[in-house]
C-alpha cells in the first residue's frame, strides 16, 4: 500500500493546495521539490545512519519504527494542505524510506540460510519488481474512486498497524538473543573457573 500511495505523491500537493483557500496552484518546480528533491535529500542523507543500524540492529526491532515512520510520514503529507505540512511529510517520508531501501534490499541476508541467500534474494528481487510495475496503475484506478487523503489515511493505517504483526517476533528474537547470552556468560564462567583451578579448558 505504501507503494500504491507514494505513486500519487506527485498529483497530491497540486490538488490539495489548489483546493487551499487563499493558494495558487503550485508551479511543477513546486511539485518537484516537494516530491523528488526533499524526500530525496533526506533519504541520501539518512541512508548511512540507517545501515548503522541494521548492522546493529534485530532485523524486527529495525522495522518497527520504520513502519511508524512510514505511516507517520504517509499522513502528514496527505493530511496536509499548507506548503509546511508538505514539507514535513516530505521530510519524514524520505526518512523511512531511507531505511526502507536497507531493510527491504538486505532483509534476506538476515533471514535466510547462508547456502540460500542468493535463491532467496532472486525470488525477492523479481517480486519486488512486479510490485513496482503494478502499483502505479492500482493507484491511479483507485483514485477515481477514492480520495488521495482517503488512501494516504489507509496506508498510514496499513503501516501502523504493521507494526502489531511484529511485536512477537520482537518479544521471541529478545528472549532467544536473552537465552544466548546467558549461554555465553556460563561458558566464560567455566573456562574462568577450570583456569582458575589449574585445569586445561573443556572444549
Same mark, same amino acid.
Given at each position: 500500500?505504501?507503494?500504491?500511495?507514494?505513486?500519487?505523491?506527485?498529483?497530491?500537493?497540486?490538488?490539495?493546495?489548489?483546493?487551499?483557500?487563499?493558494?495558487?496552484?503550485?508551479?511543477?518546480?513546486?511539485?518537484?521539490?516537494?516530491?523528488?528533491?526533499?524526500?530525496?535529500?533526506?533519504?541520501?542523507?539518512?541512508?548511512?545512519?540507517?545501515?548503522?543500524?541494521?548492522?546493529?540492529?534485530?532485523?524486527?526491532?529495525?522495522?518497527?519504527?520504520?513502519?511508524?515512520?512510514?505511516?507517520?510520514g504517509?499522513a &502528514? *503529507?496527505?493530511?496536509?494542505?499548507?506548503?509546511?505540512?508538505?514539507? $514535513?511529510g =516530505?521530510?519524514?517520508?524520505?526518512? /523511512?524510506? @531511507?531505511?526502507?531501501?536497507?531493510?527491504?534490499?538486505?532483509?534476506?541476508?538476515?533471514?535466510?540460510?547462508?547456502?540460500?541467500?542468493?535463491?532467496?534474494?532472486a525470488?525477492? &528481487? *523479481?517480486?519486488?519488481?512486479?510490485?513496482?510495475?503494478?502499483?502505479? $496503475?492500482? =493507484?491511479?484506478?483507485?483514485?477515481? /474512486?477514492? @480520495?488521495?487523503?482517503?488512501?494516504?489515511?489507509?496506508?498510514?493505517a496499513m503501516?501502523?498497524?504493521?507494526?502489531?504483526?511484529?511485536?512477537?517476533?520482537?518479544?521471541?528474537?529478545?528472549?532467544?538473543?536473552?537465552?544466548?547470552?546467558?549461554?555465553?556468560?556460563?561458558? =566464560?564462567?567455566?573456562?574462568?573457573?577450570?583456569?582458575?583451578?589449574?585445569?586445561?579448558?573443556?572444549?
Amino acid at each position: 500500500m505504501t507503494v500504491i500511495v507514494y505513486s500519487l505523491l506527485v498529483m497530491y500537493p497540486a490538488q490539495q493546495m489548489a483546493l487551499a483557500q487563499g493558494l495558487p496552484p503550485p508551479r511543477a518546480a513546486e511539485i518537484a521539490w516537494l516530491t523528488l528533491v526533499i524526500p530525496n535529500a533526506a533519504r541520501w542523507s539518512m541512508s548511512p545512519v540507517w545501515g548503522r543500524l541494521f548492522d546493529r540492529m534485530d532485523f524486527f526491532r529495525l522495522r518497527a519504527p520504520l513502519n511508524a515512520g512510514f505511516a507517520i510520514g504517509i499522513a &502528514t *503529507f496527505f493530511m496536509s494542505d499548507t506548503p509546511t505540512g508538505l514539507m $514535513l511529510g =516530505a521530510v519524514v517520508y524520505g526518512i /523511512s524510506t @531511507a531505511g526502507g531501501d536497507v531493510a527491504w534490499g538486505l532483509w534476506v541476508t538476515k533471514i535466510a540460510p547462508p547456502d540460500h541467500v542468493t535463491d532467496y534474494m532472486a525470488v525477492h &528481487t *523479481f517480486a519486488t519488481g512486479i510490485r513496482g510495475v503494478l502499483a502505479p $496503475l492500482c =493507484a491511479f484506478h483507485a483514485v477515481q /474512486s477514492l @480520495a488521495p487523503a482517503t488512501m494516504g489515511w489507509i496506508a498510514a493505517a496499513m503501516s501502523g498497524g504493521a507494526c502489531g504483526f511484529l511485536v512477537p517476533e520482537i518479544r521471541a528474537s529478545g528472549a532467544r538473543r536473552a537465552r544466548e547470552r546467558a549461554a555465553a556468560g556460563g561458558a =566464560a564462567a567455566r573456562v574462568a573457573a577450570e583456569a582458575g583451578n589449574g585445569k586445561p579448558p573443556l572444549r
